[in-house]
């Protein structure tokens, strides 16, 4: 388990090494405009697996995706012109949208069949990872199932230190403010919140 601390005079190294271990199938903890998430490729069946197991979380719970921009969410979500309309305003921010999944070529992984959880974020760290990788990101918080999220990075190291199952890269940006989870809406059923 590496770790590495960004600052502003290595944020151009960080980009690189966090988009290589990511296309090389590796787990990142790494900052969003939220909590520290565990992020993976969303079409690499390991290393979904692989976030799964550090978290303890059942496969029949779906982890959110992390998509670029609302064009790339059209093209693996159904969205309608009422949809589209309030993620225009919703995105990028915490908003998570349940969305009916299309049938798409490529495979994506720790999601439900017919539905997929999708958002877009608020982040430079995340917008710059983007610009080097095409595929949607699987993020879910660093904490074990069930349990409260981790928002201190010394904690979260502590955390990972001597455990069996690890990420492979933490990205250390400090202390992120104390922030909620994103908030999270079906929009499949109308505009039901599901978490808030």
């Not at 944020?11 to 992020?39: N, S």
């Not at 955390?159 to 202390?175: E, M, T």
Request: proline share 5%; net charge positive; charged share 30%.
């Amino acid at each position: 388990m590496k770790t590495l601390k960004i600052s502003s005079k290595n944020y151009r190294k960080a980009i690189k090494e966090t988009t290589e271990a990511i296309k090389q199938g590796k787990v990142v903890v790494c900052p969003t405009d939220t909590i520290y998430g565990l992020i993976a490729d969303a079409t690499n069946k390991k290393a979904v697996e692989k976030i799964f197991k550090i978290k303890k979380r059942t496969k029949t719970k779906p982890v959110p995706i992390f998509v670029k921009d609302l064009r790339q969410a059209k093209k693996i979500a159904k969205i309608n012109k009422q949809q589209e309309n309030f993620l225009e305003l919703a995105w990028p921010g915490k908003t998570t949208a349940v969305l009916e999944r299309k049938k798409i070529k490529t495979n994506l992984y720790g999601i439900k069949k017919k539905t997929i959880g999708l958002r877009v974020p608020d982040y430079k760290l995340i917008k710059g990872l983007f610009k080097k990788i095409k595929h949607p990101l699987v993020e879910t918080s660093v904490n074990i199932s069930d349990q409260p999220p981790i928002t201190k990075i010394e904690k979260i190291i502590r955390h990972f230190k001597n455990k069996k199952l690890q990420p492979d890269l933490i990205i250390n940006a400090g202390n992120l403010k104390l922030s909620q989870p994103s908030l999270v809406i079906d929009l499949i059923q109308g505009f039901q919140i599901l978490r808030s």
